[in-house]
Each structure stands twice: as structure tokens, then as C-alpha cells.
């Protein structure tokens, strides 16, 4: 039994905002999760096979660096990929020049709140049999794909050169990690993926193995928040979620 990849993590000074950025981009619906009776931030609930929810909670830690993680979206035409780039030029995204070169044909974009993406071009084969979000793309090394491979269940679906690729069985996006040089870490990742326990499972026992397979428990002054803090072999965060029924 493997953790499932239950909602991928926004921290942000405007959750709410943010949430309909995304959710206006994306035509998902939103929803207001809670635990153990408090608010747990807007959630955005997938409207095709992504296969996790997008969770937006409210943070006052100031930005310090890029996201390790970032969206691939697909596109269809060149004029569909200029349709997504305008779209989300008018909720609120902004371009960003992170050294991309002119003839490369992705778009690089930033959220209202600095986080990047980008809007691939079409015939992208990598990302051919993937939906609207083609990836989550990582800064990470080669041993953190082993370790979410096996942390997940997702099968390998790309390894060479220490660039790695995950995809669920059950299709949706890619989470690719792209090899070194990796970029250095500045400080809590405003981008975390918060995981479930395997049904009928302790979660001390889901920790343990976490533990196993190359994870480490942190402290990053979160106390007693109904979660535990994980890093993985890279030092990024992630979160392992109380069991469902203190969760709703």
C-alpha cells in the first residue's frame, strides 16, 4: 500500500485570489476543506484526470526564490497556445523572463502571486498523452524520482541522463524531476504536496516507511497542525495528512 497524492499546496498572502486564478484558468471547481473544524484553505476539486486537488492556505512568509515545482500546460495550436497565454494574461498572470531563449517556443508565466508556469507549444511528444496540465515539473535530482516513485506507486515512465518522470496509472499530469544542477534551497517551499495514508493504515506506520525509503521529518515551527512535516531526499517539504475522517 502507497501514500496517495492528495492535493498539491499553495502557500499565498491571498489564498482566495489565488484560487480563483487558478481555477478560472484550469474551469475547476472550488470547495472549503476543513480539520478538526477550523478552516483548511480553498481547494480547487480537478475537473478532468489530474487525480489531486489544488489547495491554496494562507502564509506571511515572503517569497525567496523560484518554486522547485512548476505546471507544464498543453496546447493544442499555435493559436490555442496564444488563447491560454492571453486568458491568463487577463486573470492576473504576468510574463517572466527566467533565461529562456527566444527561439525556444514555451511561454514562461507567473501567477498573481510569482508562481511560474509555463504553455508548451503544440507537439510537445513528451507531454502528447497528457491532458491540460501536461506535468509538474521539478527541480530535483534522479534519487527524489526513486523516492516518489516508490513513495506513490507511479511507475517510472522516464529515466535517462538523471532526469526522471512519474506518471500515475491512472493517467493525468507527469511530475518530472530534471536532474543537477540543482538550484539552491532558500527556504520553505511555497509549493508542497500534502499525502494521504493508504486506507486502513496508521499514519505512524505510513511515516515509518516514508522514513524507509529515503524521507526525513522536519520542523519548520509548524506545531501541533494536524500534520506531518516530511522532507524528501532533495529537502523538499511535504506533508503526510491526518487520516480522512479528522480531515473533513
Not at 483548511?40 to 484526470?49: R, V
Not at 526522471?164 to 534551497?185: D, F, N, Q, V, Y
Not at 495514508?197 to 525509503?213: A, F, K
Request: hydrophobic letters at 35%; a negative charge.
Amino acid at each position: 500500500m502507497t501514500s496517495d497524492l492528495h492535493a498539491l499546496c499553495f502557500d499565498a498572502h491571498d489564498p482566495l485570489r489565488l484560487a480563483r486564478f487558478w481555477a478560472d484558468l484550469l474551469r475547476w471547481d472550488t470547495s472549503e476543506e476543513t480539520s478538526e473544524g477550523m478552516s483548511d484553505g480553498i481547494t480547487l476539486l480537478p475537473g478532468d484526470d489530474t487525480g489531486f486537488r489544488l489547495r491554496f492556505r494562507p502564509t506571511r512568509e515572503r517569497r525567496t526564490g523560484r518554486n522547485h515545482l512548476h505546471f507544464d500546460l498543453t496546447s493544442t495550436s499555435l493559436d490555442d497556445q496564444r488563447q491560454v497565454v492571453e486568458t491568463a494574461l487577463e486573470l492576473g498572470a504576468r510574463h517572466l523572463d527566467i533565461g529562456q531563449r527566444p527561439e525556444e517556443g514555451h511561454v514562461v508565466l507567473a501567477d498573481p502571486e510569482g508562481n511560474e508556469f509555463c504553455v508548451i507549444e503544440p507537439g510537445n511528444r513528451f507531454l502528447a498523452e497528457c491532458g491540460f496540465i501536461g506535468a509538474l515539473a521539478g527541480d530535483g535530482s534522479q534519487e527524489a524520482g526513486y523516492f516518489w516513485s516508490r513513495a506513490l506507486g507511479w511507475p517510472l515512465v522516464w529515466d535517462q541522463d538523471q532526469e526522471t518522470a512519474i506518471r500515475s496509472p491512472h493517467g493525468g499530469p507527469k511530475i518530472t524531476w530534471g536532474g543537477p544542477p540543482l538550484m539552491p534551497k532558500t527556504g520553505k517551499e511555497r509549493l508542497h504536496f500534502d499525502l494521504a495514508p493508504p486506507v486502513g493504515t496508521d499514519r505512524q506506520t505510513e511515516v515509518d516507511r516514508l522514513v524507509s525509503l529515503g524521507a526525513t521529518r522536519v520542523d519548520i515551527g509548524q506545531g501541533d497542525a494536524g500534520r506531518v512535516v516530511m522532507a524528501d531526499p532533495d529537502g523538499h517539504e511535504f506533508c503526510v495528512l491526518p487520516p480522512a475522517g479528522s480531515r473533513t
